[in-house]
């Protein structure tokens, strides 16, 4: 997903090429419920479009790989404990790899679900959010202040004048 030009609208970036995307950050939104049947296939979209971000980023030179994935559960209205099974293990998967999930909102249902199940404790619940907005906006914040960014004197050819190392 990316931020419409002008807006605070993040649409699939398959349907709007031109909508923003933040080097460092991967959004995906899960489009459906959350079940035994495709949980997995949920996973796999994580990780396949974190691939994608992290080899556009490697082909731009840019210094820095995919630091966040923020997975928006607007759609999902159900999650079975298999689709809870596979989320945490993406974040146990993602924490080694130094990728650290945000979620954004969930319905009431599902955050309940998230939280008798640990998940949300897990993840940790500054990294749950009710909105897309939100999350990114947090997610930079954290990339600004990370020590291992720095501004540049000379930005060109550098997103937003930083380099992560």
Known sequence: MGRLPGTSLYRNIKQYPNAERYDGLVIVRIDAPLYFANAQNARDKVRKYKRVADEELARRHTG?????????????????????????DMHQTQTKLGVQLCFCNPNITITLRLLKSGLLDLVGRDHFFSDVIDAVQWCLNEMDNSPSCRRLENTEGFP??????
């Open 64 to 88: 820095t790989k995919v630091r966040y994935i923020i997975i928006d559960l607007s759609p999902v209205s159900h999650m079975d404990t298999t689709a809870l099974h596979v989320l945490q």
């Open 160 to 165: 937003n004048g930083e380099v992560c190392v």
